[in-house]
């Protein structure tokens, strides 16, 4: 079966794009930001209740390495078709080390340099925005879904978007505008909770450095969010990978 057959089968569409939830015209950075959201979700380690889980990462590593093939891109742009037979394809390619290689682990270092550069920044402030449109104002989902968003974010948070709309930029939401009490109490409740969770997850397992205390909480976040995949750590890590050239060939054997 080949490879747009198996992503119909796997993902519902045989759209390469449309897997990974990108337009046709995505750029790289696009598409392999995207690709490691959604390996993340079915990659085995990550979904041992999916019985597919490893089906679908080696399909989705066959389906990233034919879009960031310039060649191989190509032809499936104009074409619709993909080479089977190239060697991007190869049947012997390791995807886990494959995907591993792409997407080197991130420190606790690496996260508290991104950390101070990120906020106040540009980038930070197109994410804000980005979020805002695309959840149309809902805060809930705006902070638990902007990379390094802590409690005491959000009234910066909340005057980023409130210039945006002053100046025109973007719409006025009624989710934002009336955003109740009730709601930032809830969300100040969560966090605070998440912070005494993984206060006492510290003590439990014996650790006193602050970077552990760090690690403890971003682990009590991503596991209190689940549902949003957008998490803080899938985040941070795609855009925090290393840029590069492409992994060698020749890995033998399959994850």
Known sequence: MGLLDRCQDLFNTSDLYEVLGVAKEATDAEIRRSYYKVSLKVHPDRAP???????????????????????????????????????????????????????????????????????????????????????????????????????????????????????????DFPAFSQDSERKKKARKKRA?????????????????????SLVMMLKQRQKSREQNFNSFLSDLEAKYSKKGGKPQKGGRGKK
Request: hydrophobic share 35%; with cysteine.
């Open 49 to 171: 209740e999916d019985p597919l889980a490893t089906e679908k990462f080696q399909v989705l590593g066959k389906l990233y390495a034919v879009l960031s093939d310039k060649e191989q891109r190509a032809v499936y742009d104009e074409q619709g078709v993909v080479d089977e037979e190239s060697d991007v394809m190869s049947q012997d390619r390791c995807w886990e080390e494959y995907w591993r290689l792409l997407f080197p682990k991130i420190t606790v270092q690496d996260i508290l340099e991104f950390e101070k550069k990120y906020k106040g920044s540009d980038e930070e402030r197109q994410d804000v925005i980005q979020l805002y449109v695309q959840h149309q104002g809902d805060m809930d989902v705006i902070t638990a879904s902007v990379l390094c968003c802590s409690q005491e974010d959000e009234p910066r948070l909340f005057d980023i978007i409130r210039n945006a709309i002053r100046t025109g930029e973007v719409a």
């Open 192 to 212: 605070d909770k998440e912070r005494q969770e993984a206060e006492e997850m510290q003590k439990e397992m014996g650790l006193g450095d602050p970077d552990d």
